[in-house]
């Protein structure tokens, strides 16, 4: 099997994800208007509750809606990390998932190439949004929006990496709603998209520590950083880490000799 | 554990500010101090005991001579503005706030809020020339650029006094509305600009008739009207903008001189109380008094750019090139 080969799979699989995405106008525009309506409604509501604290990466005072949007930039990430998960449900359920797998390339490169395309969809969408909020005039110094894109790389991998792993675990497309009650809002309202960290230590501990530990608070944090032209070692290690560990996971729960899959009949 | 390191942070901020090298001296009222500070490097350098509830802050026209009234001490204390040794004590009579020096000649103009009165001081002589009675707490205070006029506020009789500098007489009073706390010549020294603290507005009087010609009212979209208390306020030297500190709705509103309408709201520190320009009017400065720092404002794209920690209750600033 040639360089060649594992390229033209990975830009397959790439194209098919990037195509599905465009084509779907509907995926795309509702994928946009999530984060927007949490900027401008509910952060217009939430103005004046935040209180007033200067922390990193931030050198002066900021707005809500300044403070939420790398988080919304996360929750972009996080709610298309599900979607590919629910994609790849669909992908099982129809059979073109079997197709995939059968090619005669490592079942580990096709995942990763699966995991690569999730992501690509996720910066174009997180950059459309970034654009529209600059033109709400939230700003981050130009310098931030390069340097973003390396870490909407890795927090979107490792994203896709837990959808894919909650995905070797579900049986069936109607089990999705289950990962939205139990992963996706757990992981969005326990993390720092919405509140920073010292927020939530004043009002629980618990809170503070299960934030903390959140590997979503970490992605959003190095988004934030990332933003701000800076960079946060600690949510980079944390993020690199638990990409290692999600995707190593779910390739053998993908694996059809030791995984769920061979339990569930299915690969 | 979760060291942030801050790489481009640090390159980002120094490209952000061009602005000359120059030093911002701060007072702090319950600190007893000014803080010394550098806004290209944008860090607080050292903090200088001046005496009991330090507030009004000035720098001589040459910039050689730092002006700091010390309130409860009831004295002007004068610095050397490069060492901040202390030279000389000015007789500024009870409770001096705020004062005004003149542009040309060495006269020094003081509220004494408790007495109802502006003193006049002869820098160089430090003996008190004159005192002029006024209304009831008088507080902001300012000298035309040409001279010609010393206007005080005074913040329980809601009136402006309009004093002649050559006989040191008050000769007209403006009503205003309720509790003017500052107020600022145009350059051209053709109008007061005074901001009224209770009504949470901004009123522009004419030097010729002594009336108000022009009025703003403050709104700030998420913050409640009683929190919009408007205070110190600079208008640049092309009389293109002014600015308007808005105390604890924690905003400095940027306004359109020409039409008198709010170009922007900038988002400071908690209770904005007094702010100065830079030598060079690029940048505006701002001092914080409840969330005790100061805003560095980028004048050209209307951003603030830092808050830096000076110390307790900062309230007035002078800028030194």
């Given amino acids: ?267 | 554990m979760k060291k942030c390191f801050r790489v481009v942070g640090l390159g980002a901020f120094l490209w952000a500010f061009n602005g000359e090298a120059e030093t911002v001296f701060v007072s702090l009222e319950k600190d007893n101090a000014i803080a010394v500070v550098d806004p290209v490097a944008g860090k607080l350098l050292k903090t200088v005991a001046v005496g009991r509830r330090p507030r009004g802050i000035a720098l001589s026209t040459d910039a050689k001579f730092l002006y700091v009234a010390v309130s409860d001490d009831n004295i002007i204390k004068k610095f050397n503005a490069d060492t901040l040794t202390e030279l000389a004590d000015l007789p500024s009579g009870n409770d001096p706030e705020t004062f005004a020096l003149s542009p040309v000649d060495k006269r020094m103009y003081v509220s004494n809020e408790d007495d109802s009165q502006i003193s006049v001081i002869d820098v160089d002589k430090k003996t008190v020339l004159t005192r002029i009675p006024v209304g009831v707490e008088p507080e902001g205070i300012a000298v035309s650029p040409d001279n010609q006029w010393v206007v005080s506020a005074s913040e329980t009789t809601n009136m402006v006094h309009w004093i002649e500098t050559k006989n040191y007489t008050r000769v007209a009073n403006t009503l205003v509305d309720p509790r003017p706390r500052a107020l600022t010549f145009t350059a051209d020294s053709k109008q007061v600009w005074v901001t009224s603290e209770m009504a949470g507005k901004l009123m522009v009087l004419d030097a010729k008739t002594k009336q108000i010609i022009k009025e703003l009212v403050f709104e700030v979209e998420g913050v409640t009207a009683e929190k919009i208390q408007p205070v110190g306020l600079l208008v640049d030297k092309h009389m293109q903008r002014a600015y308007v500190a808005l105390g604890p709705a924690n905003r400095i509103a940027v306004i359109n001189v020409a039409n008198l309408t709010v170009e922007k709201m900038l988002l400071v520190g908690a209770r904005v109380w007094n702010i100065a320009f830079s030598a060079d009017q690029k940048y505006l400065y701002s001092a914080n008094g409840l969330s005790n720092d100061m805003s560095i404002i980028d004048l050209e794209q209307l951003k603030v750019i830092r808050s830096i920690g000076v110390g307790t209750n900062p309230w007035g600033l002078a800028v030194k090139p």
Avoid at chain 1, 166 to 173: G, T
Avoid at chain 1, 235 to 245: K, P
């Fill in chain 1, 1 to 267: 099997m040639s360089l060649t080969h594992y390229m033209r799979a990975m830009l397959g699989i790439i194209g098919r994800e990037l195509w599905r995405f465009i084509t779907q106008r509907e995926r795309f525009i509702s994928a946009l208007v999530r984060p927007l309506v949490w900027l401008f409604v509910f952060a217009a509501g939430f103005r004046a509750a935040l209180g007033l604290a200067i922390a990193p990466p931030y050198d002066t005072y900021i707005l809500y809606e300044v403070y939420i949007t790398p988080g919304l930039c996360g929750m972009i990430q996080l709610f298309n990390g599900m979607q590919s998960s629910l994609s790849m449900v669909y992908d099982r359920e129809m059979g073109s998932m079997r197709l995939l797998m059968v090619a005669p390339l490592p079942r580990w490169f096709l995942l990763l190439s699966k995991l690569l395309a999730g992501t690509g969809v996720s910066i174009l969408q997180v950059y459309v949004f970034l654009l529209i909020a600059y033109m709400y005039e939230i700003e981050a110094p130009w310098q931030g929006y390069f340097l973003l894109l390396p870490a909407l790389m890795l927090t979107g991998l490792m994203l896709g990496a837990l959808g894919l792993l909650l995905s070797s675990f579900i049986k069936q497309l109607e089990n999705f709603a289950g990962v939205m009650n139990f992963v996706i809002f757990p992981m969005f309202f326990m993390s720092t998209a919405l509140y920073p960290l010292w927020k939530l230590k004043e009002s629980s501990k618990i809170l503070y520590a299960l934030a903390s530990y959140n590997p979503f608070s970490q992605a959003v944090e190095l988004i934030r950083f990332a933003l701000y032209g800076q960079l946060n070692h600690y949510a980079l290690a944390y993020t690199l880490v638990t990409f290692i560990l999600f995707s190593s996971i779910a390739i053998v729960g993908y694996s059809p000799s030791k995984g769920m899959m061979a339990r569930k009949g299915i690969g």
